[in-house]
Each structure stands twice: as structure tokens, then as C-alpha cells.
């Protein structure tokens, strides 16, 4: 059994995921990160980061897993699924999971704290960001025009991207222009274990929603956990 520490975001829905593609039986433990739990002593034993997810795997001596990306890992390699064993196999999954942990994730992370959740609206700063996200957007479409899926066969690098590209309208990034990337988005979100996921804890789908009332009370809520 795993025992999976998590929210709602796109960190959190790669952990999720995953464990639901691999059909491992986990415990959801929600972290509240308005309350500011992922702070609190007893989280931070599992990750003192002190930031979702982190997992627990009861069935390998309690062993605790942070960083959504670690997991995702450690998932795949305790299975042996979502991620070739050979050298080369193994590489180009990770090539493109490191591409969304250091590309695609900061990027549209830094987008939506300036373009959702800032209080001051620095244009410039909005403009980088999105712009950024769109070009990496377009690195994907471009290697999607050529492959189903960004390592070969469906892996935890198509579940990381995924899980963040999915959300490209609550950054202010548009993915119009880019068929394949569009294509590969539509793919993924037809899979049950990825429509599963990102409703772990909460399904967030309803709150998110444009520029409505819901969209800005999330907003407002997001933004008192920025400098935790």
C-alpha cells in the first residue's frame, strides 16, 4: 500500500496518475495547503521540503518518496512499467520528464503567479512567462508531429507533461496552432487512470473555470500560500 500526500495541482495529479495507470492500491492523505499542513512536523518527516506530493510505501519498509518527479520514478521502476529498462529507453523518458520539471512546470508555475495570483499585474513579467510556455508548448507539438507519444510508448514523461499542459488557460498560454500537441492532450485525457487522477483529491475542474467568481476566489486562496 502507498500512502500518497497530496493537493490539487499539477504536481500532485503526476503522483496520482501514475498510481492510478500502474493500478497500485494507495491511501490519499489531502494536505490542506491554505491551512499550511505541508509545514507542519509531522509532513515534514516525509518531506522536509515541505511540499506536495510525497508518498510513503508501506510495503518497502515505510519508505518515503519526494519531489513529484522522484516519484514518478520510483513508481515506474517498482513496477516496471511507464519507463523502458534498457540505457536508451530509459534516458529518452527521462529526457523529457526533465524537460517538464525544468521547463514546462516552473514556467507556467511562474505564469500563474503572475498572471492569476500577484497582486500587481507587471505586464513584462506576464509576457515572459507565457511566452515561454508557449514556446515550449511548441517544442512539444513539433516532437509530437513525429511521435504518438514524447518517449515511445505512454510513460511518466507523458503524465508530467500532461498534467501541466492540461492547464495552459489558467496560465494565459493558448495551445491554438499546435495540432499535435493538441492531439497528444486529447489522448491522454480520454485514459481513465488520467481522468481518475486529476480528481485526487478534489476535482478542481468546476472551480478553475474562466474568469468567473470561482476562478477568483481560487485565485485568492492561492495566493496566500505564495510565500510559504
Known amino acids: 500500500m502507498i500512502d500518497l500526500y497530496t493537493a490539487s495541482t499539477p504536481n500532485g495529479w503526476k503522483a496520482s496518475i501514475t498510481l492510478e495507470e500502474l493500478g497500485l492500491p494507495y491511501e490519499v492523505h489531502a494536505i490542506e495547503l491554505q491551512k499550511n499542513q505541508q509545514k507542519e512536523p509531522a509532513f515534514l518527516a516525509i518531506n522536509p521540503n515541505g511540499r506536495i506530493p510525497a508518498i510513503v510505501d508501506r510495503d518497502n519498509g515505510d519508505f518515503a518518496v519526494?519531489?513529484?518527479?522522484?516519484?514518478?520514478?520510483?513508481?515506474?521502476?517498482?513496477?516496471?512499467?511507464l519507463m523502458p529498462a534498457?540505457?536508451?529507453?530509459?534516458?529518452?523518458?527521462?529526457?523529457?520528464?526533465?524537460?517538464?520539471?525544468?521547463?514546462?512546470?516552473?514556467?507556467m508555475g511562474q505564469a500563474n503567479v503572475f498572471f492569476r495570483y500577484f497582486p500587481e499585474k507587471i505586464q513584462s513579467v506576464?509576457?515572459?512567462?507565457?511566452?515561454e510556455s508557449r514556446r515550449l508548448f511548441t517544442v512539444l507539438d513539433g516532437h509530437l508531429k513525429e511521435n504518438e507519444y514524447l518517449a515511445g510508448d505512454y510513460s511518466i514523461a507523458d503524465i508530467a507533461n500532461w498534467s501541466w499542459v492540461r492547464t495552459h488557460k489558467w496560465s494565459g498560454v493558448e495551445t491554438e496552432g499546435l495540432p499535435h500537441l493538441q492531439r497528444w492532450l486529447d489522448a491522454i485525457a480520454a485514459r481513465p487512470a488520467a481522468q481518475k487522477g486529476v480528481t485526487v483529491p478534489?476535482?478542481?475542474?468546476?472551480?478553475?473555470?474562466?474568469?468567473?467568481?470561482?476562478?477568483?476566489?481560487?485565485a485568492e486562496e492561492a495566493a496566500k500560500i505564495l510565500q510559504r
Do not use: C
Not at 534498457?86 to 514556467?107: E, H, I
Not at 506576464?126 to 511566452?131: E, F, G, K, L, V
Open 66 to 81: 519526494f519531489e513529484s518527479g522522484a516519484i514518478m520514478i520510483y513508481l515506474a521502476e517498482k513496477t516496471g512499467r
Open 86 to 107: 534498457d540505457a536508451k529507453g530509459r534516458s529518452r523518458v527521462l529526457q523529457w520528464l526533465m524537460f517538464q520539471m525544468g521547463g514546462v512546470g516552473p514556467m
Open 126 to 131: 506576464i509576457d515572459r512567462y507565457q511566452n
Open 202 to 218: 478534489v476535482d478542481l475542474a468546476a472551480l478553475q473555470q474562466g474568469n468567473g467568481e470561482g476562478a477568483k476566489k481560487f
